[in-house]
């Protein structure tokens, strides 16, 4: 069975860092597309960053040059540093692994975390304090 379990995250002031981790199993994570995606209240499921199997990543614009995502893949896991945190990146955060064939983003504008498509985490919350 395939299983994604996420740990890292809580509650910081604003300015400050927290690193999300999805270790997963049964999951090729090295010839997989992945991503991070949360949802905050009221809002939909957001896409915040992608690494693809080659290792190129996608980052939202609302996030660029302050989020990282990374993989390592003797590990199975991916990772989510976030630093310079805002007020608005409170949300809950998930992390995904898309399916054979397609990509989770292929499925467009998604209203809620997680989809019934692809392999989902938990869900972790980040709030960040200003």
């Known amino acids: 069975d395939v299983e994604l379990v996420q740990s890292g995250g809580g509650s910081v002031q604003a300015g400050e860092s927290l690193r999300l981790s999805c270790t997963t199993s049964g999951f090729p994570v090295d010839v997989s597309g992945m991503g991070w995606y949360r949802q905050a209240p009221g809002s939909g499921c957001k896409m915040v960053s992608r690494i693809s199997p080659n290792g190129a990543t996608t980052y939202s614009e609302s996030v660029k040059g302050r989020f990282t995502i990374s993989r390592d893949n003797a590990k199975t896991t991916v990772y989510l540093q976030m630093n310079s945190l805002k007020s608005e990146d409170t949300a809950v955060y998930y992390c995904?692994?898309?399916?054979?064939?397609?990509?989770?983003?292929?499925?467009?504008?998604?209203?809620?975390?997680?989809?019934?498509?692809?392999?989902w985490g938990q869900g972790t919350q980040v709030t960040v304090s200003s």
């Open positions: 995904a692994g898309d399916p054979p064939g397609y990509s989770i983003e292929d499925l467009g504008e998604l209203r809620s975390c997680p989809v019934p498509a692809g392999y």
